[in-house]
């Protein structure tokens, strides 16, 4: 068996659609198990549709207009999803009236654009000789928390559930990505992107050969190409490489993927819908040193450093904890953390704006002397390479030090195969390219 998950950007308009089809034709004797995002932009157009509801404005247009398109290119009755058009409009009325729009109907709304792609795209495989059945995640037991917007399957558990109702359907299963019920049968979502996550959770269910992510790159590069255009693709990684990337803001993968595929040892493949000849990137447990410095070099832009300055009656240790304590209570997410004799660096894991920062500084106040600092980016280098290397971190350095650059809040991983820093937005691409060159140098062919 195996997991094929198609994102939103490779199924965005009927050619697409049909040439994911196609991939999956290639795959039948391998017992595909298909796990679909929400066309294109659907799910942003939701959101807008539902905040622009809450204003009193009823605006399905674009929504409605986009997926019978889909459906006539694809010669796919309308028929098969006029009910949840109706419904879906039905909800923003709903929200229209009461001029209400929580975490919870933000979902249900969501829900819309994965619960229309997998009948879109079961019906094309059935046209194209495929017999194939759409299946809503949470009728096979696909059961979350109720964290509305980011809620957490409910791992192990449902695995089996998932495995024994999957293992009814004889046709081809199309599932929708992205979305859950909680224990109330409310509709919860995983998380902007969650579909990969999805598809990892149901591989680890029935046990898959592969995790197919099939996406619009070529798989996992070396650098972000938008920065370095001599960045290449990676043709391998190990898991433990992947999930750094991945958590340090290598877009092709959600971060939580990797965690059942670990677990169940299922190699995931990233690959480009466009271009199904190329290999992709293969991640599993075995993969192989490039003979470079290391494999891959990430950023993530616009995060915020916050140091706090611990005062001479309080320990570091328990100052850590309460700061912890405080900015988890403010659902302020932290990365990196440097200690000193007197002071802490937590770096955020995004863009914080004023408001959302504001009731945790006003607290971190009153324990510590505060600074804050804007527009800042990690980044890291990631690879297996790294290991035991003594040379590395002087390589680095002197890198960044050519092109003027001043790292900071270094920060090593227990493993030896990243090292993360800090520096300004603006120096992001010279550290980029500086570092790449580091990396591709003696890198002896694709691995
Ligand atoms: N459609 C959802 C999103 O746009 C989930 C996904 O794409 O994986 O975030
Ligand atoms: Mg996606």
């Not at 539902?50 to 796919?76: C, M, N, T, W």
């Not at 654009?113 to 059935?126: K, N, Q, Y």
């Amino acid at each position: 068996m195996l997991v094929m998950k198609f994102g939103g950007s490779s199924i965005s308009n009927a050619q697409k659609v049909l040439r994911a089809v196609e991939i999956v034709k290639t795959e039948l004797p391998n017992k595909p198990i298909v796990v679909v995002s929400a066309h294109g932009n659907t799910t942003e157009l939701l959101v807008s549709c539902a905040r622009v509801a809450k204003a009193g404005d009823i605006s399905p247009d674009e929504v409605v207009d986009y997926h019978f398109k889909l459906a006539d290119d694809l010669q796919v009755e309308r028929k098969l999803i006029e009910p949840l058009l109706f419904r879906l409009e039905a909800v923003l009325h709903g929200i229209s009236l009461l001029k209400e729009l929580t975490l919870r109907t933000m979902d249900t709304v969501m829900s819309f654009g994965e619960r229309l792609a997998s009948r879109i795209f079961a019906a094309t495989l059935a046209g194209n000789g495929v017999s194939a059945v759409p299946i809503n995640a949470y009728d096979i037991g696909f059961l979350t928390d109720s964290n509305h917007g980011t809620a957490r399957p409910l791992l192990p558990d449902i695995e089996k559930d998932i495995s024994r109702k999957l293992s009814r359907y004889a046709q081809t299963p199309v599932i929708t990505g992205f979305i859950g019920k909680d224990a109330k049968g409310e509709i919860t979502t995983i998380g902007r992107s969650g579909s990969d996550y999805t598809a990892s959770i149901i591989a680890a269910a029935v046990g898959a050969q592969e995790i197919q992510i099939w996406t619009d790159v070529d798989g996992i590069m070396t650098a972000d190409p938008s920065v370095e255009p001599a960045a290449r693709g990676l043709r391998e990684l190990s898991f433990d490489e992947a999930s750094e990337l991945a958590y340090y803001g290598a877009e092709v993968l959600h971060p939580s993927t990797l965690i059942p595929a670990i677990r169940k040892n299922i190699p995931v493949r990233v690959a480009n819908t466009l271009k199904a000849q190329l290999p992709g990137t293969v991640i599993h447990p075995g993969s192989k040193l490039t003979g470079g410095m290391a494999k891959s070099i990430v950023y993530k832009e616009d995060v915020c450093l916050l140091n706090l300055f611990s005062p001479r009656l309080l320990s570091v240790t328990s100052l850590m904890s309460s700061a912890l304590e405080i900015l988890a209570k403010y659902h302020v997410h932290t990365h990196v953390a440097v200690t000193s004799e007197a002071s802490i660096s937590l770096i955020t894991d995004r863009a914080y704006t004023d408001e959302e920062l504001g009731p945790a500084l006003a607290e971190l106040e009153g324990i510590a002397k505060l600074s804050l600092e804007r527009e800042k980016a990690i980044i890291c280098v990631v690879g297996e390479e790294m290991k035991g290397n003594a040379t590395i971190l002087g390589e680095i350095f002197a890198a960044l030090g050519s092109e003027g650059i001043n790292a900071r809040t270094v920060s090593q991983s227990a493993a030896e195969l990243n090292i993360a820093f800090l520096v300004d937005n603006s120096q992001i691409a010279p550290a980029v390219r500086a570092l790449h060159k580091l990396v591709l140098r003696k890198w002896k062919k694709i691995p």
